[in-house]
Structures are given as structure tokens and as C-alpha cells.
């Protein structure tokens, strides 16, 4: 299928695009990193474009739905979502050192996607909603912020390390400052998680008017309000007591673990509703 | 007195144990190691299996723990009450501070103030102050908010604010937290949950509840008039759909078809497709006909009954396809005459003279498959839902409002310096979001101090 050689393709951008920013980080060439953001922009654009040809394909073959039904389509989309946000983050704070901590989870998550079956299947009847939609989208919106927050986390705690060593130059030399890496831990949880929040709510929803009740501790309901718990920890240690830098850099890392517990962990290893759990 | 006074700080401490925000991480992270244990021991198994899985000895600790009903054992509901107790407390103690800074704001800056800023640029200007005062509140209106201007013994104070909002947008998430568990109680002692599985043709008027051994007389009754199940090319299963009635004093008075995903709702009760099942044996129609068109008798088999056709012989069923070799639905049948062999073939439903073919004295047609079916429902009452509903669309906004807007505050002082000039103060304070503040800042540092009188 054609959506899914595009896909093939998207992995490999992602990957020259990871290779690219490590290889400018340590290379201290901005050119490589300048051809990186190229690269992810061609990502981007071929990315979308396979998810609108699985989407056009789906309907020829009859089964019309929007693909983010199964473990490969969510995985992709997961990667789509983080692509788009790192290229929001590096175009508005300017740097493209992020790229080598973001960019290697997109990749990461494509290698992970090939290893799953690929074909458009047909919808089971309790999937058919348009609760999907929103459902879906919004949970890999709060995650993709995640993921980039727990990439800038690790970056903040190697800077800080450096720093406190009294080390300058070197790989994160050319990171931006301890101040605006802690910024950004912060900043990318506080726009994931409106969208986490929206995501479960939209999924009570879907579950309310799919068989009568809005939260039935299934385990991947309790996980995603697991995520949501530690992340309104972070906010309230951050806002409320000033957890800055290291300890704020650590609790988005755990956060990001437990989100991706709670995105593969629960199917893999608990057992529950979700489309994806035996697939 | 003495007593008193005592009474007073034991209540003050229990005050800040309630208020303090070491509960509320406290009763956070309980809450998610609870769940996680939640999550790893299966919730609400039969004991057999349990038995598989733990050891008595386990399996005794673990129910003196309620851990395998825990969600719903006393000490998570008491966690549950702390935290919803925690952000009353919270609320009731900080609201009012937050409501007085809001409603009396400092807009004067006096040096205590000044010192206590992280914002502040200072500059002389040649110039009358009253002047001034008026220039500069023109340009703070363009470049931040309109200031309220006051004056006080030959000094000028300039203040605006923006984003006042942010201060509240904590209460309305910590609220609408509450309010969704009020909800959910409401929904837990007015509503109901429970199921019905109904054999087409058949109606229900009592629904058992889940879990328990009560039943819920509805007040009306609802039949099944048919059920059916759609497949893809592939067989999968594509919906499941029955065609109910609500019928009431003995009237049809609702008549929907529902599907999953697709409820039907009368007077608060909704019904919910959830799963079906066969209800007793299938059978297939045979249709027997003559040849030259005449006499014709239909026929109803059951699997592994035969059914005399007069003056031809027996037949039986004994197998069906859903799809025959693309040519569709399909039933093998075995006739037998007497004194021939007993003889096997397949009726087509798509093909009705398709029999003709043994050239005999009667053919055979199939006309269909009577699967009788169970729908199986899932009815819920739940008049707390659409509170649940009121309290997730304020947690939403209320998380917007906290995190993206912040209340930001400039002020300026306009004072008569010992040159003759007129010494200005800008300084500004945010209560989030220090670092866009900051830029902003900056710029209309720039902007005031470009002012022209």
C-alpha cells in the first residue's frame, strides 16, 4: 500500500533528520542542523500526506475511518504529533539543538511502528464513534508534549551537570541557557496537559455513550489518570514551591516513563478495552 | 482562658494539616500508588481464578485489604474524601486572600513595593509633571492597559493590570474537581446500573442491577423485536443492531434502533448495545416445490432433525455457509427416498431453481436461516452524568485560564526630582510565566522611555 511505503519514508527522514542534529551538536555545525529542520519539514509534509492516503485508501477498500485505530496508526501519529510540536518549539525558541533529543523519539517510535502489522483493518463496532476523533487527538497531543518535555529535560540535567562542574563548550555549549531548558520543561507539560485532561474527558464521554458509564478503573483509564496525578504534581511543586531545574527535570522524565507506561505498557503487559491490546 | 487558647491552635492545626499542600501531594501520590496496585492485581475476579494466580495465605491478606475490590474499598474512598476535604480547605483558605488582592489592588508604588519587584527601570524627563503624568497614560493605555491614575501629595501613581482572571483559574480546576465527584455520587445513590438480555420477540420491564441480586422496575417495558449482526467482506463483524420498542401501558410509544455506539434513551433510562448471543437452536427454511410450477410447501428443519416431505422422502440439514464459494448463503442437505441412496447437496439462497438440475419430481429451495438471537443491554439511570459533564468542561478552562494567562501589573510613580526634573519609575511584577513577562517588559521599557511629551 502506498500510505504505508510513504510511512517507510517518514522513518527514514526521521532518521536523517535525528543523525543530522546529533551530528551538527557534536560537529558544531549549524549548516547540518539548518538541513536537519529541512528534513523534518519534508517529514512533516510526507508524514501528513500518508496519514490522508491511509485515510483516502480506507474508504476504497470500504472501510472508511480515520487511521488512528491500531497500534501501527497510533504509533505513527504519535510521531507525526511530536514532529509537529518540535517544530513548533524550535521555531519559536530559535535553536536546533532540541532536535537531537526530540527528533530520536519520532525515530524511535517509527522503528517501533515497523515492527507492527500495517494493514487498514476493519473497525470493531465499539470503535465506530466520532468520539474517536477527539478522543485520539488529544491524548497524542498531551503525550507528544510530554515527549518533548522529558527530551529537554534530559538536555537541561546535562547542561546542569556541565555547569556545575564549571565546564564550558563542549556538546552543551551550544544549548541554549539552564534558564530557558527549564522554561521549556515547563512549558511544553503546560500545554500537554490541557490536551491529557481533555483526552480523558473526551474518553469518559465516549465511554458514557458507548455503554452507560464514564470510568470503570479499567487499567488503561486508571494509567492515564496516573499521568495526569504526576503531572499535577509537577505543576502544583512548581508553581506552589518553586521546584525549578533538577528536581522539576527528574519528575518530567518520570512523567513521560508513566506516559508511556500507560500508552504501551498497559497493553502489553495489563489487559483492557483498548483497540490496540492484543494487536 | 487558658482552654481557650489551647482549643485555638489545636484547631489552627488541624486547620493547616487540612490546608497544607504536604496533604495534598500526600493524598496524590497514595492515590496513584493505589492505582497502580489497582492495575497490576486484576480488580473483581472470580476467587478460582485468583487461586491461580496468588496463594491462600496471599489471597487472605489481600481481601482483608479489599485490594481486590479496591476501588471501591473504605480506605480509597477515605483518600478520596481527604483529597475533595483538602480542596475545600485550600479553597475556603486562599480564596478570600485572592479575592481581597484583586478587588483592592496597590495602585500606588511606595518603596516597599518597589524593593519587592523584579521589575523596575528608572529615568528623568524634563517636563510638567501633571503633563506627563497624562502622557504617560496615554502611552501605558497602548502599550500594556489602561492605568487608574492617582495622586498623592505632588506624586502621580499609574497602574494596570491584565489577565486578573489567572488568579482564579486554580479554584475553578480545584472546584470543578469537586463538583465531578459530587456527580458522581449523585449518580451512585439516584441512578442505577444494570443489564438485560432479551430474546427477540420477547420484552423486559424489570432490569437486574450489576453486581448485586436487586432488580429496577422501570415503569415501562422494552422489547426486541429483532437483532442482527452486519459483517465486512472478511467476515469480521461489522455492527451489532437490535430494533427495540418501548412499550408503556401498553402502548409502543418509542420504537429505535440502536447499535453500538448509538443508545436509546426514554425518561433518563438509557440502553446500550453491549453484546448478544444465540438464543436456542437455529432454523432453515426449505421451500419444496414441483417442477412444472404447481404445489408448493414450506418447510422449517432444525439441525439434526428430519422433516418428511409427503409422498418424496426425508430431508436434514447439515451444514450452512454464511458465503458459499462467492455465490452466497448456502445449506448442505441430505435427502433420502426410499429405496435409493441417501443423497447429499447444496441449496443456494441466491438461486432458487438452482435445484432443478437433478431433474427430479420435486426441487428443493433454500429460503433462509432463523437465527433467533438475545440482545445483550447495558441500562443506566444516571442523573449525575450531566454534572460530571458541567465539572470536566470547568476543569478544561479552568486549567486554560491558570496556566496560559497570567496576571501581570505595571505600575508608574511620576515624582518631582531635586534637579527639576521630573524622576520616572516603571516596574512590574507577573505572577507566572516570568520569562515571556520579561520580553514584554523590555518592550515597553522602550516604549515609555520614548515617549514625547
Given amino acids: 500500500m502506498l500510505n504505508v511505503r510513504l510511512f517507510d519514508l517518514t522513518t527514514l527522514l526521521f532518521g536523517v533528520a535525528s543523525v543530522n542534529y546529533v551530528a551538527a551538536l557534536y560537529g558544531k555545525k549549524e549548516t547540518i542542523a539548518r538541513i536537519g529542520t529541512w528534513v523534518c519539514i519534508a517529514a512533516a509534509i510526507?508524514?501528513?500526506?500518508?496519514?490522508?492516503?491511509?485515510?483516502?485508501?480506507?474508504?476504497?477498500?470500504?472501510?472508511?475511518?480515520?487511521?488512528?485505530?491500531?497500534?501501527?496508526?497510533?504509533?505513527?501519529?504519535?510521531?507525526?504529533?511530536?514532529?509537529?510540536?518540535?517544530?513548533?518549539?524550535?521555531?519559536?525558541?530559535?535553536?536546533?539543538?532540541?532536535?537531537?533529543?526530540?527528533?530520536?523519539?519520532?525515530?524511535?517510535?517509527?522503528?517501533?511502528?515497523?515492527?507492527?502489522?500495517?494493514?487498514?483493518?476493519?473497525?470493531?463496532?465499539?470503535?465506530?464513534?466520532?468520539?474517536?476523533?477527539?478522543?485520539?487527538?488529544?491524548?497524542?497531543?498531551?503525550?507528544?508534549?510530554?515527549?518533548?518535555?522529558?527530551?529537554?529535560?534530559?538536555?537541561?540535567?546535562?547542561?546542569?551537570?556541565?555547569?556545575?562542574?564549571?565546564?564550558?563548550?563542549?556538546?552543551?555549549?551550544?544549548?541554549?541557557?539552564?534558564?530557558?531548558?527549564?522554561?521549556?520543561?515547563?512549558?511544553?507539560?503546560?500545554?500537554?496537559?490541557?490536551?491529557?485532561?481533555?483526552?480523558?474527558?473526551?474518553?469518559a464521554a465516549w465511554a458514557n455513550y458507548a455503554w452507560g458509564t464514564y470510568w470503570s478503573w479499567d487499567p488503561k483509564e486508571t494509567w492515564s489518570l496516573i499521568v495526569w496525578l504526576v503531572y499535577a504534581a509537577f505543576l502544583h511543586a512548581r508553581v506552589t514551591r518553586g521546584w525549578h531545574g533538577r528536581r522539576a527535570a527528574i519528575l518530567s522524565i518520570i512523567g513521560f516513563l508513566a506516559t508511556i507506561f500507560c500508552y504501551l505498557g498497559v497493553n502489553l503487559v495489563l489487559s483492557g478495552l483498548h483497540s490496540y491490546g492484543g494487536a | 482562658m487558658a482552654d481557650a487558647k489551647h482549643a485555638e491552635s489545636l484547631m489552627d492545626r488541624v486547620w493547616k494539616f487540612f490546608t497544607s499542600l504536604k496533604l495534598a501531594i500526600f493524598v496524590i501520590i497514595f492515590?496513584?500508588?493505589?492505582?497502580?496496585?489497582?492495575?497490576?492485581?486484576?480488580?473483581?475476579?472470580?476467587?478460582?481464578?485468583?487461586?491461580?494466580?496468588?496463594?491462600?495465605?496471599?489471597?487472605?491478606?489481600?481481601?482483608?485489604?479489599?485490594?481486590?475490590?479496591?476501588?471501591?474499598?473504605?480506605?480509597?474512598?477515605?483518600?478520596?474524601?481527604?483529597?475533595?476535604?483538602?480542596?475545600?480547605?485550600?479553597?475556603?483558605?486562599?480564596?478570600?486572600?485572592?479575592?481581597?488582592?484583586?478587588?483592592?489592588?496597590?495602585?500606588?508604588?511606595?518603596?516597599?513595593?518597589?524593593?519587592?519587584?523584579?521589575?523596575?527601570?528608572?529615568?528623568?524627563?524634563?517636563?510638567?509633571?501633571?503633563?506627563?503624568?497624562?502622557?504617560?497614560?496615554?502611552?501605558?493605555?497602548?502599550?500594556?492597559?489602561?492605568?487608574?491614575?492617582t495622586e498623592n501629595s505632588g506624586t502621580f501613581h499609574l497602574y494596570a493590570e491584565k489577565g486578573v482572571a489567572s488568579r482564579f483559574g486554580v479554584y475553578v480546576t480545584h472546584i470543578s474537581i469537586i463538583i465531578i465527584f459530587l456527580g458522581a455520587i449523585v449518580g451512585n445513590v439516584l441512578g442505577f446500573k444494570g443489564y438485560a438480555n432479551i430474546v427477540e420477540g420477547e420484552s423486559v420491564r424489570r432490569i437486574p442491577t450489576r453486581g448485586g441480586t436487586n432488580h429496577v422496575d422501570l415503569g415501562f417495558s422494552v422489547r426486541c423485536n429483532k437483532f442482527w449482526v452486519e459483517y465486512y467482506p472478511n467476515g469480521q463483524p461489522k455492527e451489532y443492531a437490535s430494533d427495540l420498542s418501548v412499550i408503556e401501558n401498553g402502548r409502543e410509544v418509542l420504537r429505535k434502533t440502536i447499535e453500538v455506539n448509538?443508545?436509546?434513551?426514554?425518561?433518563?433510562?438509557?440502553?446500550?448495545?453491549?453484546?448478544?448471543?444465540?438464543?436456542?437452536?437455529?432454523?432453515?427454511?426449505?421451500?419444496?416445490?414441483?417442477?412444472?410450477?404447481?404445489?408448493?410447501?414450506?418447510?422449517?428443519?432444525?439441525?439434526?432433525?428430519?422433516?418428511?416431505?409427503?409422498?418424496?422422502?426425508?430431508?436434514?440439514?447439515?451444514?450452512?455457509?454464511?458465503?458459499?464459494?462467492?455465490?452466497?448463503?448456502?445449506?448442505?442437505?441430505?435427502?433420502?427416498?426410499?429405496?435409493?441412496?441417501?443423497?447429499?447437496?447444496?441449496?443456494l439462497k441466491a438461486f432458487p431453481e438452482f435445484d432443478r438440475q437433478r431433474k427430479d419430481t420435486r426441487y428443493l429451495s433454500f429460503a433462509g436461516l432463523n437465527e433467533i438471537f438475545f440482545t445483550g443491554l447495558q441500562v443506566a439511570r444516571d442523573p449525575g452524568v450531566n454534572i460530571v459533564w458541567l465539572g470536566c468542561a470547568l476543569m478544561v478552562i479552568g486549567i486554560i485560564i491558570a496556566f496560559f494567562l497570567s496576571h501581570q501589573r505595571l505600575w508608574i510613580r511620576l515624582s518631582r526630582g531635586g534637579d527639576g526634573r521630573v524622576e520616572v519609575v516603571l516596574a512590574g511584577s507577573t505572577n507566572k510565566n516570568r520569562l515571556a513577562f520579561e520580553k514584554k517588559f523590555e518592550k515597553i521599557q522602550g516604549d515609555m522611555k520614548a515617549v514625547k511629551p
Fill in chain 1, 46 to 203: 510526507v508524514s501528513t500526506a500518508a496519514i490522508g492516503v491511509r485515510w483516502a485508501e480506507s474508504y476504497k477498500m470500504g472501510i472508511g475511518r480515520i487511521p488512528v485505530t491500531n497500534l501501527y496508526e497510533s504509533l505513527v501519529f504519535f510521531a507525526w504529533s511530536v514532529n509537529l510540536f518540535y517544530l513548533a518549539v524550535e521555531w519559536k525558541y530559535k535553536s536546533r539543538t532540541f532536535g537531537a533529543f526530540v527528533m530520536p523519539i519520532a525515530f524511535g517510535t517509527m522503528l517501533f511502528a515497523l515492527t507492527n502489522e500495517s494493514s487498514i483493518q476493519p473497525l470493531v463496532p465499539a470503535l465506530q464513534s466520532y468520539w474517536l476523533h477527539a478522543h485520539v487527538i488529544t491524548c497524542f497531543v498531551g503525550y507528544a508534549g510530554f515527549a518533548v518535555s522529558a527530551g529537554v529535560a534530559v538536555m537541561f540535567l546535562m547542561k546542569a551537570k556541565r555547569e556545575e562542574r564549571k565546564v564550558t563548550g563542549g556538546v552543551v555549549g551550544r544549548f541554549p541557557s539552564t534558564k530557558v531548558l527549564d522554561d521549556l520543561v515547563y512549558k511544553a507539560i503546560v500545554w500537554g496537559f490541557p490536551f491529557l485532561t481533555a483526552g480523558i474527558i473526551t474518553g
Fill in chain 2, 31 to 149: 492515590l496513584a500508588i493505589a492505582s497502580i496496585i489497582g492495575t497490576v492485581i486484576e480488580q473483581n475476579q472470580p476467587l478460582e481464578k485468583y487461586r491461580q494466580i496468588y496463594t491462600d495465605g496471599t489471597i487472605r491478606l489481600f481481601e482483608k485489604l479489599s485490594l481486590f475490590d479496591m476501588y471501591h474499598s473504605w480506605w480509597f474512598l477515605l483518600l478520596l474524601v481527604l483529597f475533595t476535604v483538602n480542596l475545600i480547605c485550600c479553597t475556603v483558605d486562599r480564596l478570600p486572600r485572592v479575592v481581597r488582592i484583586v478587588r483592592n489592588p496597590k495602585t500606588t508604588l511606595d518603596e516597599n513595593l518597589e524593593k519587592s519587584l523584579g521589575f523596575v527601570d528608572r529615568w528623568k524627563k524634563k517636563g510638567e509633571l501633571a503633563a506627563l503624568a497624562e502622557t504617560y497614560r496615554a502611552a501605558m493605555g497602548g502599550a500594556f492597559a489602561r492605568p487608574r491614575v
Fill in chain 2, 262 to 347: 448509538d443508545p436509546l434513551q426514554y425518561k433518563g433510562v438509557w440502553f446500550y448495545q453491549a453484546s448478544y448471543g444465540p438464543a436456542g437452536a437455529s432454523t432453515v427454511t426449505v421451500t419444496v416445490s414441483n417442477p412444472d410450477g404447481g404445489q408448493r410447501e414450506t418447510i422449517s428443519l432444525s439441525p439434526g432433525r428430519h422433516a418428511e416431505i409427503s409422498g418424496y422422502g426425508k430431508i436434514s440439514a447439515v451444514d450452512y455457509r454464511p458465503d458459499f464459494q462467492g455465490l452466497g448463503p448456502a445449506l448442505l442437505v441430505v435427502l433420502e427416498k426410499p429405496g435409493t441412496q441417501p443423497a447429499q447437496f447444496w441449496l
